[in-house]
């Protein structure tokens, strides 16, 4: 029994379509040809054709001919078999060869009689509706349709009839199907067959015969058959892409099957024995109509960790999906310049700012991007290491003041770029007064956060005022007639390290 076939040329199409004959209904153009009862394919009683003129169907006359008897020239007309229908004794379709369009099946239409039989369908294809069935008869029958036609078989559409006989399909030159002598295994001819006996080639997964698929997404292929089997069965699953050229082939009962690309898969599982082969064909389209998306995490401000010119931050994980497979990669700047896969998690930042940039890229890399930034603030105030500790001197020698030095002191910090400055006092080496002066210093980092220190320098005045021009020991007579003298001096002066001595 021949059941569903597949082809470069021989298209299966699985839609859910469950009509009545009596509820079906046709978009009809002049001269187009349907059934009216049960009879021969050469009777005229047997159909009614399509009238323009009165917008109705009507029976068909000598002068309309039945299908295929008569040329209409540039005319090509759809014939719609509703009921049970049968061609033998003679050759329907052909001879003249006429440029017929689409013979639609809801009923039976059954090819053959006691004698080999060839047809000729000069038509654009078949369409066999769910339902309809086309029967080949016990001797040898060939059916010829032109190289571009389409045979499509709907779910419960069935061409049935003995594969004992030889009963051969062409599309154009090519022989595309073949039932080869006393119930033998099909010879597919690199395409892909449903043939008799008793196998049954089932497909579980994937379970719909006409589903969809995210592309990089593997597809679980799982099978087997139902009926008997004569000698031991084998097994092959082998996919089409979308222009039926193999890509995939398997010899086991289970297997997986990863889409690279949109379109069109054709998944088919052949199971044989020894007698037959017989091919379950399941439609798998692969498609990604959506647009992946990604949402970073709010922007994050922080202070640097304690002594470091960093922090250590735990970044939110970023929102991202896709109805596919989705890619989720990263991007820094700024601060930092890195790049990585999936989520940032744990990140050490420097200080300045860093945007990391999401991308979401989906399996026909579409991307949806988003971003947030890392500002990590210094601040930790620099220090300043090696103040000397308040001085106390007294003075130099003849001098009011004391020449006082120390070790310049340095800044430090978390971050590298602070100076430091002395900002209030005279500098190590030179000549301090009397007295207390203060010397400040100003740490400053490359935050532009500072930091003052100071220390004291005293200096004593422990040198004792000196008198100058102290007359000698001065001995004279008394003046005459007193009882003294008059004695004069230079005063002496008074003399000091400092000014102010009296």
Known sequence: MVKKVLDLKLLILF???????????????????????????????????????????????????????????????????????????????????????EVIIYGTLTFGDASPRVYYWNGTGVTIEAGGEVI????????????????????????????????????????????????GKVLTFSQLVDSGGSLDSEIYQPVDPNSTACINQPITLEGGYVGGAVGPVNYEWVIYDSALVPILS???????????????????????????????????????NEDPTVTAATDVSVG??????ESSIVITDATFGDNCSSTLTWVMTGAVTASGSGQVGTYTFPTGTTTITYTNTDGVNTDATDAMTVTVVDNED?????????????NDAGVCGATVTWVEPTA???????????????????????????????????ASRTHSESFTITVTDNEDPTIVGL????????????????????????SDNCPGST
């Open 412 to 446: 430090s910090d978390n971050c590298p770029g602070s100076t430091i400055a002395q900002t209030l006092g005279a500098a190590s080496g030179t000549i301090f007064p009397i007295g207390t002066t203060t010397i400040t210093y100003t740490a400053t980092d490359a």
């Open 250 to 288: 398997s010899v086991t009962t289970a297997a997986t099957f990863t889409p690279s690309a949109l379109g069109l898969y054709y998944i088919t599982l052949s199971v044989s024995d020894n007698n037959s082969t017989n091919v379950e064909t399941h439609i798998v389209t692969v498609e990604d």
């Open 136 to 183: 080949f008869a016990n001797q040898k029958t060939e059916l010829h349709m032109p190289a571009n036609a389409v045979l499509t078989i709907k779910p419960t559409g069935l061409i049935t009839g003995a594969c004992s006989n030889n009963t051969e399909i062409y599309l154009g030159d090519e022989l595309i199907a073949v039932c080869k002598g006393g119930g």
């Open 304 to 309: 640097t960790d304690v002594g470091v010119c």
């Open 15 to 101: 839609f859910a379509i469950n009509l009545l004959i009596v509820q079906v209904s046709f978009g009809q153009s002049d001269g187009d040809y349907r059934s009216k009862n049960n009879g021969s394919g050469y009777d005229i009683a047997t159909w009614e054709i399509y009238d323009d003129s009165i917008s109705d169907w009507r029976p068909a006359t000598a002068v309309d001919g039945v299908p295929g008897a008569i040329v209409k020239t540039n005319k090509t007309y759809v014939v719609t078999i509703l009921h049970d229908v049968s061609l033998a004794g003679l050759d329907l379709f052909s001879g003249d060869q006429e440029p017929m369009g």
């Open 382 to 394: 620099p220090t300043i290491v090696g103040l000397p500790a308040n001085i106390s001197v007294n």
């Open 471 to 494: 007359p000698a020991n001065i001995s004279v007579n008394n003046d005459a007639g007193v009882c003294g003298a008059t004695v004069t001096w230079v005063e002496p002066t008074a």
